[in-house]
Each structure stands twice: as structure tokens, then as C-alpha cells.
């Protein structure tokens, strides 16, 4: 759910962690980093943010827009995020998973790990 946009570098979107807005490399390994995840501020109504940077983009300024338009209707980004789960993406291998899936079987692949391992 990364933030991208042409000529700038890949941005925190939804979800975010202590180096924020860097995102860590492709098929780094960050020891700790699942438990530093959270949900980006920019989004949360409750902390001020707007949930509608969900469907326009944005929320690392307007560079980043997707919707320029405004318009209520407007979904390309949302799908576009849908899309992303399925593409494959480089992982670490020292996680013990393998190194090249979409997010779905890479999900699939670690309760699998998990449940070999208890």
C-alpha cells in the first residue's frame, strides 16, 4: 500500500513505521518491523486524517494525488491496491518463506510455516 508517484520515491501510504516515509527495500529483511507497523495517521479520522487519501491518495502531499479530479466515485487506486496483493514481490529468504510471491501466497506460505513449526 505504498504511496508512489512519478519522479518521487516510494512513500508509507496506508500503513507506516518508525522510518517513515522511506519504506524499507524489496526483499529486505527489518528485524522488528512487523511489530512497528501501524496505520498512517494521514488516514485516521480520529488523529485528524482523512480516510478518503484511501481512494485519492495523497497523504504524502500532492505529488501524490491519484485523483485529481476529486471525484466521489473515482476506484483506480483502490484496485490498483487489490491488484498489488497478487503480484509477485521479492522477500527475504532468511525468513524461511519463499523469496518471490504475491502477498495472498506469501500469507498462505507463513501460516503454513507457522503450523509446521508448533
Same mark, same amino acid.
Given at each position: 500500500?505504498?504511496?508512489?508517484?512519478?519522479?518521487?520515491?516510494?512513500?508509507?501510504?496506508?500503513?507506516?513505521?518508525?522510518?517513515?516515509?522511506?519504506?524499507?527495500?524489496?526483499?529486505?529483511?527489518?528485524?522488528?518491523?512487523?511489530?512497528?507497523?501501524?496505520?498512517?495517521? @494521514? !488516514? /485516521?479520522? $480520529? *488523529? %485528524?486524517?482523512? #480516510?478518503?487519501?484511501?481512494?485519492?491518495?495523497? +497523504?504524502?502531499? =500532492?505529488?501524490?494525488?491519484?485523483?485529481?479530479?476529486?471525484?466521489?466515485?473515482?476506484?483506480?487506486?483502490?484496485?490498483?491496491?487489490?491488484?498489488?496483493?497478487?503480484?509477485?514481490? @521479492? !522477500? /527475504?529468504? $532468511? *525468513? %524461511?518463506?519463499? #523469496?518471490?510471491?504475491?502477498?495472498?501466497?506469501? +500469507?498462505?506460505? =507463513?501460516?503454513?510455516?507457522?503450523?509446521?513449526?508448533?
Amino acid at each position: 500500500f505504498a504511496e508512489t508517484a512519478p519522479s518521487q520515491p516510494n512513500a508509507a501510504g496506508l500503513f507506516t513505521w518508525p522510518g517513515a516515509p522511506a519504506i524499507p527495500a524489496s526483499g529486505t529483511l527489518v528485524n522488528g518491523l512487523a511489530g512497528s507497523i501501524s496505520v498512517n495517521a @494521514a !488516514f /485516521d479520522p $480520529s *488523529a %485528524g486524517g482523512s #480516510a478518503a487519501l484511501l481512494r485519492d491518495g495523497g +497523504a504524502n502531499g =500532492a505529488a501524490y494525488v491519484s485523483n485529481t479530479s476529486g471525484a466521489a466515485s473515482y476506484s483506480d487506486l483502490l484496485i490498483a491496491y487489490g491488484n498489488k496483493l497478487d503480484q509477485p514481490m @521479492a !522477500f /527475504d529468504s $532468511s *525468513a %524461511g518463506i519463499t #523469496a518471490t510471491s504475491g502477498v495472498s501466497d506469501y +500469507a498462505a506460505n =507463513a501460516i503454513g510455516w507457522f503450523e509446521g513449526v508448533r
